[in-house]
Each structure stands twice: as C-alpha cells, then as structure tokens.
C-alpha cells in the first residue's frame, strides 16, 4: 500500500522557519517525481514546489520562490520543503504528492499518490 506521510507542521511567527518532509512508502520512490501543493480555508489547492527523481531540477511557484527550497532525501523515498521568511498568507494544509511519470503531472495536480497533508499556521 503507497503511503505518504507528511510531517514537520505547525505554528511559527512571520518571518520565521519551518520544514517540511513527506515520508514515502509502499514501492520504490527514486525515480519518482514528488512536490507540495497547499490549500488554504476556502481556496483551492495551490502548488507550491516540485523537484524530479535525481533531485536536480526543482520548480516553484512564483509566491515562494527565493523563501521556499525543495530537495529530496538521500534515500530518494522523502522530499523536504525549507520553508524560510513565512508570511501569514503562507498559512494552509500543505500535502505531498507524487507521480511516476513526469515533474508536469506533479506540477499540475496530477500526481498519482498524495499524502493526508500537515497543517502550517503563519501569524502576524
């Protein structure tokens, strides 16, 4: 059974730090593509990061890029988000996902497998 397990949320001041890391389990993830999307109350899941099975090609929304940095574990089955200088509309269930086939289905929602998410709380 695919599993990804989200961990790493919680509450944290602007401008301040978290990291997120997603666990995955069930098959083999090294040649899988895997990324975060995030949704806040009353909107719709938004991506936030993607990165390819090597860990070498990563892409980003426009509202985190230069703050948020993605990166696969050494094992190649986690993926990790530093998330620095958080802002209080960063604030949203952030969930991992992950698909086989190309970083465009991770980026554009498509991914075959997705976590049950971890919430990120940003006050001001």
């Known amino acids: 059974q695919v599993q990804l397990v989200e961990s790493g949320g919680g509450l944290v001041q602007a401008g301040g730090s978290l990291r997120l890391s997603c666990a995955a389990s069930?098959?083999?993830?090294?040649?899988?593509?895997m990324g975060w999307f995030r949704q806040a109350p009353g909107e719709e899941r938004e991506f936030v990061a993607a990165v390819d099975w090597s860990g070498q090609i990563p892409a980003y929304a426009d509202s985190v890029k230069g703050r948020f940095t993605i990166s696969r574990g050494n094992a190649k089955n986690t993926v990790n988000l530093q998330m620095n200088s958080l802002k209080p509309e960063d604030t949203a269930v952030y969930y991992c996902?992950?698909?086989?086939?190309?970083?465009?289905?991770?980026?554009?929602?498509?991914?075959?497998?997705w976590g049950q998410g971890t919430q990120v709380t940003v006050s001001s």
């Open positions: 996902a992950a698909d086989h086939g190309t970083l465009a289905s991770v980026v554009t929602g498509r991914a075959e497998y």
């Open positions: 069930g098959r083999t993830f090294s040649r899988y593509y």
